[in-house]
C-alpha cells in the first residue's frame, strides 16, 4: 500500500502541472477548449510513438482491434473519464483563479469514495473518516488562498455568484466525472478477474463431481457457463448489450453490462490511457463543432503539449498503474486520496517558479492534515 500511496503521490505532482499552465494560456487569451482537446490529441500521438516504440506497430495493431471490439465502452468511459472530465477543468480556469478550481476539484478525494459505494464496492468506515480528513485538509489551504486573494482583491475581481457558476460548478462536475471513468476501467479488469475465477471454479467443481469426463466437463463449462457482472463472449463486441437478468436499480443495471475484455494488455496502464484517450477523440469532434472557437495560438498549442506530456501520459498512465495495482476498495480509495497532493505540489511550485509566499498557519495546518489522512491510508490500507 505505502509504494501505491507514494506512486499517487508522484501523479499528482505531474497532475498539478495541469492548474499552473491552464490559467497560464487563459491569461494570454487562449480559448478553453483548445487546452483541452489539443491535450488529448497530443496525448494519444504521444501514447501511439511510446507504444510502438516499446513493442512495435503490431501492438497498436492489437488495441485498435480491442477498441473496435468494445468501442461503445471506451467511447463513453473516455468522453466522461477525459473529455467531461478536462472540459470542466479547463472551462472553470478560463473564469476563475487557479486555485479556485483546485480547491473544488479536489472534491473527488470525497466523490470516488462514492463512486465505489455506487459500483458496489465496501470499505471500513473509517477510510471515510480518513478521506474527509484530507477533504478538510484541502479546505484550509485554498480557505488560505482565497483569504489571500480577498485582501488583494480588485474591482475587476469575478462576483461570488459568477464564481461558482461558471468556475465551482464545472471543477465539481469534473471531481465526479474522474474518478467515474476511472473506475469504469477497474471494472472491466476486475470482471475479468471474476470470470476467470469463476470459470476454474467451475472446471473444478465438474472434475470433482466426475474426474473421468474432465474434458467433456470442462468444455461444457467454458460453452455454458455465464459469469455473473460480464459479458458472454458470443456477444463481447456490443457493450450496451446485457446478458443477465433484470437488477434492482438502473444503476446497477448500467454496472452489469461493462464487460470483461480477455486480454493480458489491459495490465499496461500506458495502453489504457491509449484507449481511452481514443475513446474521448469523437466527444471533442462533437465539442468543437458546438463551440466552434478561433484557431489556437502557437504559444498554446506547446503549451498544451507540455501539459499532454506531464499530465496526461505521465501522471494519467502512473495514477491508472497504481489504481490497477490496487486489489481491495480501500487500496483504490487510498490511491484516489492521493490526488489531494496536487495542491501541495501547486503550492510548493508556485512558490519555486513564481515566488509565491508561504501559506499562513491555516494553510499549514491544512498539509499538516492532508498528509496526516495519507499517511493512515498507507498505514491501514
Known amino acids: 500500500m505505502v509504494k501505491l500511496i507514494l506512486l499517487g503521490l508522484l501523479a499528482g505532482a505531474l497532475f498539478s502541472s495541469t492548474f499552473i499552465l491552464n490559467e497560464f494560456m487563459s491569461s494570454a487569451g487562449g480559448h478553453w477548449f483548445w487546452?483541452?482537446?489539443?491535450?488529448?490529441?497530443?496525448?494519444?500521438?504521444?501514447?501511439?510513438?511510446?507504444?510502438?516504440?516499446?513493442?512495435?506497430?503490431?501492438?497498436?495493431?492489437?488495441?485498435?482491434?480491442?477498441?473496435?471490439?468494445?468501442?461503445?465502452?471506451?467511447?463513453?468511459?473516455?468522453?466522461?473519464?477525459?473529455?467531461?472530465?478536462?472540459?470542466?477543468?479547463?472551462?472553470?480556469?478560463?473564469?476563475?483563479?487557479?486555485?479556485?478550481?483546485?480547491?473544488?476539484?479536489?472534491?473527488?478525494?470525497?466523490?470516488?469514495?462514492?463512486?465505489?459505494?455506487?459500483?458496489?464496492?465496501?470499505?471500513?468506515?473509517?477510510?471515510?473518516?480518513?478521506?474527509?480528513?484530507?477533504?478538510?485538509?484541502?479546505?484550509?489551504?485554498?480557505?488560505?488562498?482565497?483569504?489571500?486573494?480577498?485582501?488583494?482583491?480588485?474591482?475587476?475581481?469575478?462576483?461570488?455568484?459568477?464564481?461558482?457558476?461558471?468556475?465551482?460548478?464545472?471543477?465539481?462536475?469534473?471531481?465526479?466525472?474522474?474518478?467515474?471513468?476511472?473506475?469504469?476501467?477497474?471494472?472491466?479488469?476486475?470482471?475479468?478477474?471474476?470470470?476467470?475465477?469463476?470459470?476454474?471454479?467451475?472446471?473444478?467443481?465438474?472434475?470433482?463431481?466426475?474426474?473421468?469426463?474432465?474434458?467433456?466437463?470442462?468444455?461444457?463449462?467454458?460453452?455454458?457457463?455465464?459469469?455473473?457482472?460480464?459479458?458472454?463472449?458470443?456477444?463481447?463486441?456490443?457493450?450496451?448489450?446485457?446478458?443477465e437478468a433484470p437488477v434492482q436499480s438502473t444503476l446497477q443495471n448500467l454496472i452489469s453490462r461493462i464487460p470483461a475484455i480477455e486480454t493480458e494488455l489491459l495490465q499496461n496502464a500506458f495502453n489504457k490511457v491509449w484507449l481511452m484517450t481514443l475513446g474521448s477523440l469523437p466527444f471533442w469532434l462533437i465539442l468543437g463543432i458546438i463551440v466552434h472557437p478561433k484557431a489556437p495560438s502557437s504559444s498554446q498549442m506547446f503549451n498544451t503539449l507540455l501539459v499532454a506530456l506531464l499530465a496526461g501520459v505521465g501522471a494519467t498512465s502512473i495514477f491508472l498503474y497504481a489504481r490497477e495495482r490496487a486489489e481491495t476498495s480501500s487500496e483504490v480509495a487510498g490511491v484516489d486520496s492521493t490526488q489531494a497532493s496536487e495542491v501541495i505540489f501547486a503550492l510548493i511550485g508556485g512558490i519555486i517558479l513564481l515566488n509565491n509566499v508561504l501559506p499562513s498557519a491555516m494553510g499549514l495546518i491544512g498539509i499538516g492534515l492532508i498528509m496526516l489522512g495519507l499517511v493512515l491510508f498507507a498505514k491501514d490500507g
Not at 501492438?59 to 482491434?65: C, D, M, N, Q
Open 35 to 243: 487546452s483541452a482537446s489539443l491535450r488529448y490529441l497530443f496525448m494519444w500521438l504521444l501514447l501511439t510513438a511510446i507504444i510502438s516504440m516499446q513493442h512495435g506497430f503490431s501492438r497498436i495493431k492489437e488495441l485498435t482491434a480491442i477498441f473496435r471490439a468494445h468501442w461503445r465502452f471506451w467511447c463513453i468511459t473516455g468522453s466522461i473519464g477525459f473529455g467531461v472530465f478536462y472540459t470542466g477543468i479547463c472551462y472553470a480556469g478560463d473564469h476563475v483563479a487557479g486555485w479556485v478550481v483546485a480547491a473544488t476539484f479536489m472534491f473527488t478525494v470525497v466523490t470516488s469514495l462514492l463512486v465505489l459505494v455506487a459500483f458496489g464496492q465496501r470499505f471500513d468506515k473509517k477510510f471515510i473518516i480518513y478521506a474527509l480528513l484530507v477533504f478538510l485538509g484541502v479546505v484550509l489551504v485554498n480557505v488560505n488562498e482565497g483569504l489571500h486573494a480577498s485582501s488583494v482583491a480588485t474591482a475587476a475581481s469575478v462576483p461570488m455568484a459568477e464564481m461558482l457558476l461558471y468556475g465551482a460548478l464545472p471543477a465539481l462536475v469534473a471531481a465526479f466525472s474522474y474518478p467515474i471513468g476511472n473506475q469504469l476501467v477497474w471494472q472491466v479488469s476486475y470482471n475479468t478477474r471474476m470470470q476467470n475465477a469463476e470459470r476454474r471454479k467451475a472446471q473444478k467443481s465438474s472434475l470433482d463431481q466426475n474426474p473421468s469426463t474432465q474434458s467433456s466437463d470442462n468444455q461444457g463449462s467454458n460453452q455454458n457457463h455465464t459469469p455473473r457482472n460480464s459479458y458472454n463472449n458470443n456477444i463481447d463486441s456490443n457493450p450496451l448489450l446485457a446478458t
